[in-house]
């Protein structure tokens, strides 16, 4: 059974940082490309960043380039996320998926982080 | 990267077919075939429940349909039941590895 499951969210002062971490299993990690999608509270979807299987190619939304950082790490069937400089507006559920070279085919439950002072 | 457009809410009785539209552009949907859309439940991570435009996953009724013309995709979902009610996001490739999502929909049962 495909499982991912995130951790790291929390209650963070706007400026600060916070990494996320999403651990899968049931698959093999390395042969899948990987994403971070975030959900406004109540609101809608939007992507953030992918991963390419093996690091073939990193690419990353307009609103978050040059503030996260998303990497992997294969041998511990890990995605990260790394987000500095952190603002109001990137409160959100943050969920890791998997990417079936198109669709997300399998979701996390999700990491709320909230930026507020 | 701006968002695909969808209907605030749609709704249908029980046993009636409800269909979600998903306007883009000719660099998202118009472009590409990769079209997808998910259910969410509330308090739930989304479901992916149709994917290269017409493609069900494993497991998914096929109560769940999906069609684009131009650049507008749609979700038809016939014979609708009550587990039926939810949030529905669409979702495009759109060049360079970059992917966006619609505003979605919420579909209330009468």
């Known amino acids: 059974e495909v499982q991912l499951l995130e951790s790291g969210g929390g209650l963070v002062k706007p400026g600060g940082s916070l990494r996320l971490s999403c651990v899968a299993s049931?698959?093999?990690?390395?042969?899948?490309?990987m994403n971070w999608v975030r959900q406004t509270p109540g609101k809608g979807l939007e992507w953030v960043a992918s991963?390419?299987?093996?690091?073939?190619?990193?690419s990353y939304s307009d609103s978050v380039r040059g503030q996260f950082t998303i990497s992997r790490d294969d041998a511990s069937n890990s995605l990260y996320l790394q987000m500095n400089s952190l603002r109001a507006e990137d409160t959100a559920i943050y969920y890791c998926?998997?990417?079936?070279?198109?669709?997300?085919?399998?979701w996390g439950q999700g990491t709320l982080v909230t930026v507020s002072s | 990267q701006s968002a695909l457009t969808q209907p605030p809410s749609a709704s249908g009785s029980p046993g009636q077919s409800v269909t979600i539209s998903c306007t883009g552009t000719s660099s998202d949907v118009g472009a590409y075939r990769y079209v997808s859309w998910y259910q969410q439940r509330p308090g739930k991570a989304p479901k992916l429940v149709i994917y290269k435009t017409t493609t069900r996953p494993s497991g998914v009724p096929d109560r769940f349909s999906g069609s684009k013309s131009g650049n507008t995709a749609s979700l038809t979902v016939s014979g609708l039941q009550a587990e039926d009610e939810a949030d529905y996001f669409c979702s495009s490739y759109a060049g360079d590895k970059n992917y966006v999502f619609g505003t979605g929909t919420k579909v209330t049962v009468l």
């Open positions: 049931g698959f093999t990690f390395g042969n899948y490309d």
């Open positions: 998926t998997r990417d079936l070279s198109g669709p997300f085919d399998f």
């Open positions: 991963i390419g299987a093996r690091v073939n190619y990193i």
